[in-house]
């Protein structure tokens, strides 16, 4: 192959040493292809880089009524997440009057990468919905690559070219933050999300943005990582008494984080709000059966999930050549724990 020219049907069967007619049976989803061949064809359609125009023509000509909920996620994840059962309450609501049916498709290794990458080439979905979205998806570039309608819950950056919904997490945070400064809160800290996400990453400026408004200095000390998960905002909490225990506030970039942080405070002792005020983020069923019951960041979560749905729809009706991307409000709900 030429410097600068992109592959073609020869070139891949080149590679997978096959003929150019199995590679066409690869790509339009026949039987007649053996496992052995077909495995080959998708080794060296990815290697390549080879995006069949057939798959734009079939997008625009053939529908599949389908679409794939992508979620790079583990089951324990899936399951011990509040965030994730809203967001599919959501999708699957919004498709329930229409004829498309909701593949849920989780994403753990790179076997099931290459599953996805075949459900895509072959024009098994007509588009896809993308969850957990981090700074280097491969996922989403692959997906942006070929062409397919993609909608993600969220974003890589702020220079996203792929449609998106998220929450005003900027805003949210600060005002959570700003909850706490007003309440008399002098050591406000945070645990953050997974800052290789930019809802990590936007929760994170809306604290410091807080504490610019409030005309304070933004103690980096005070901030200690989280990967969303229960386990991880207790292990941050533990981290952030030890290094400084005259902290009095805390604003979790998430609901569960919120919790570990609650069992952490109640083992060392601190009482809530009396010592330390604790604020969460997404006011999922957890908030309101915490002890204090938790003040959070309520975000609307079924609705990015209808909106997602409504935009993938929209763009596999229109050719993919639109591209939306929304951003939904947030709102502040003060219960005990602050």
């Known amino acids: 192959m030429s410097e600068g020219r992109p592959p073609t049907i020869k070139t891949v069967a080149a590679r997978a040493g096959v003929g150019r007619t199995t590679v066409s049976r690869v790509l339009n989803g026949s039987e007649l292809v053996s496992a052995d061949a ?50 599919i309450r959501g999708v699957s609501g919004a498709l329930t009057e229409t004829r498309t049916q909701l593949q849920l498709v989780l994403v753990r290794d790179q076997l099931e990468r290459d599953q996805l990458t075949t459900s895509i080439v072959t024009r098994r979905v007509d588009g896809v919905l993308l969850v957990s979205v981090r700074a280097q998806e491969r996922v989403a570039a692959m997906l942006e690559e070929m062409g397919l309608p993609t909608v993600l819950a969220g974003r890589r950056g702020e220079d996203e070219r792929l449609s998106y919904v998220t929450s005003d997490n900027i805003g949210g945070a600060t005002a959570a933050v700003e909850h706490l400064v007003r309440g008399g809160r002098e050591r406000v800290a945070t ?92 006011d999922s069923v957890l908030a309101r059966h915490t002890n204090p019951p938790l003040s959070t960041v309520r975000q609307p979560v079924e609705e990015v999930g209808r909106t997602m749905a409504r935009i993938l729809l929209d763009e596999i009706a229109e050719g993919g050549a639109r591209r939306q991307q929304v951003t939904l409000p947030t709102e502040l709900v003060v219960r005990e724990s602050s």
């Open 38 to 87: 077909r495995e080959r064809v998708l080794r060296a359609i990815k290697e390549l880089n080879y995006v069949p125009n057939s798959v734009a023509r079939g997008l625009v000509t053939s529908r599949t009524e389908a679409v794939a909920l992508v979620i790079p996620e583990s089951e324990s994840r899936l399951g011990s997440e509040p965030f994730f059962a809203a967001l």
């Open 191 to 282: 645990i953050t999300g997974d800052l290789d996400m930019d809802v990590g990453r936007s929760r994170l400026a809306g604290w410091r943005r807080a504490h610019e408004l409030a005309g304070r200095e933004a103690d980096e000390s005070l901030v200690e990582p989280g990967d969303f998960s229960e386990e991880g905002g207790r292990r941050a909490m533990r981290s952030l008494l030890e290094r400084a225990p005259e902290l009095d506030a805390v604003f979790a970039a998430s609901d569960l984080m919120a919790v570990g942080a609650l069992a952490e405070l109640r083992a060392h002792g601190r009482r809530v709000p009396e010592d330390v005020a604790v604020v969460g983020f997404e």
